[in-house]
């Protein structure tokens, strides 16, 4: 009996390449369901509590390695509608997800330590805010989320009337932005010194974080700097 398949060997080659892609396709869909319809949620007609139980829902049923992610993309969406105390639920979630993971993903870590930062300090909890900030300058690690700490604990001195304080904070950050190369932050950390001097009505301030723009745009990350739209 002749068990020969009536395809060529090259079209059975094909056929099976096809199987494997539908097969990759398959996964891929199945591994993103959760984030699109995450999406789909976000811009339903469904009540905010209604959100909150469907996205309980697709948390309960989330792969482990897909919590990170899924968890941040939460924590942004209860950010946008102002609910802070839901969007700390997801953030603590966030962090948890990513301690459970191997390799650590540290940089992913201290993003998340600087957005509950953020957080507690829109949902009026400063301590807490502040003790998140100082999580992530505990570590001797030089990186963006060491300047955005530093930044941010600026910033909430300044609210609070310490403008002396928020100085020393916007000048660190200043520092470590500019150790990294990391212009951006170079940038708003010096408007953010040029603003401080301004509430302390020292225009000399002014002049020295002007001087200290100068100095930028004359230095080798002259074509980075002005291509900055802020």
Known sequence: MNNRSPFPAEK???MR???????LISYTSLAQSNLDK???????????????????????STKKEELPEFTLQVTKLFFSYGDYSEAIKYALQHIESIKALEPFDSAGYRNGLTNLGLLHARDGQIEKSESYYQLVLEEPKIDKY???AQERLGTLSRENGDFYTALGHFKRAQKTYQSISYVRGVVF????????????KAKDGIFKAQQILNDLLDSDLKEQFTELNY
């Open 12 to 14: 059975i080659f094909v």
């Open 17 to 23: 390449s096809l199987q494997i892609l539908i097969i």
């Open 38 to 60: 995450l999406d789909s949620l976000a811009v339903s007609d469904a009540s905010l509590m209604e959100k909150k139980e469907s996205i309980n829902e697709l948390y309960q």
């Open 146 to 148: 060491r300047g955005r």
């Open 189 to 200: 950390a010096t408007i953010a010194i040029a603003e401080t001097y301004d509430e302390l």
